[in-house]
């Protein structure tokens, strides 16, 4: 278990927490994502976090967008077909961030 799985039990013990360690492809993220009501990214690279865009898009996910760099973070809830996308705010990696 990581400590980010760890924290989020502890935090909230009636939130049923699933933590995928396989890696994350085009192939996979849908099936990886039907049982669930919202996916929260806490990904390391901009590829994953734009293919968990896409699948969360695609099945109408609600996507929570989180990414920390040094002392700056960011944080974004994206509902899919009521606003915009990762890809819409971010077209491509931003180079600060990679």
Same mark, same amino acid.
């Given at each position: 278990m990581?400590?980010?799985?760890?924290?989020?039990?502890?935090?909230?013990?009636?939130?049923?927490?699933?933590? $995928?360690?396989?890696?994350? #492809?085009?192939?996979? *993220?849908?099936?990886?994502?039907? +049982? !669930?009501? %919202? $996916?929260?990214?806490?990904l #390391?690279?901009?590829? *994953?976090?734009?293919?968990?865009? +896409? !699948?969360? %898009?695609r099945?109408?996910k609600?996507?929570?967008?989180?990414v920390?760099?040094?002392?700056?973070?960011?944080l974004?809830?994206?509902?899919p077909?009521?606003?915009p996308?990762?890809?819409?705010?971010?077209?491509?990696?931003?180079?600060?961030?990679?």
């Open positions: 990581s400590s980010a799985a760890g924290k989020l039990r502890s935090l909230s013990p009636e939130v049923y927490v699933v933590e $995928v360690s396989s890696k994350l #492809d085009e192939r996979n *993220a849908a099936e990886l994502f039907v +049982e !669930a009501d %919202v $996916v929260v990214d806490v #390391d690279d901009f590829r *994953a976090r734009f293919v968990v865009n +896409e !699948a969360c %898009v099945s109408s609600p996507y929570v967008y989180a920390v760099t040094g002392f700056e973070g960011r974004m809830t994206i509902l077909g009521r606003g996308c990762l890809r819409c705010f971010l077209p491509s990696a931003p180079l600060s961030l990679e």
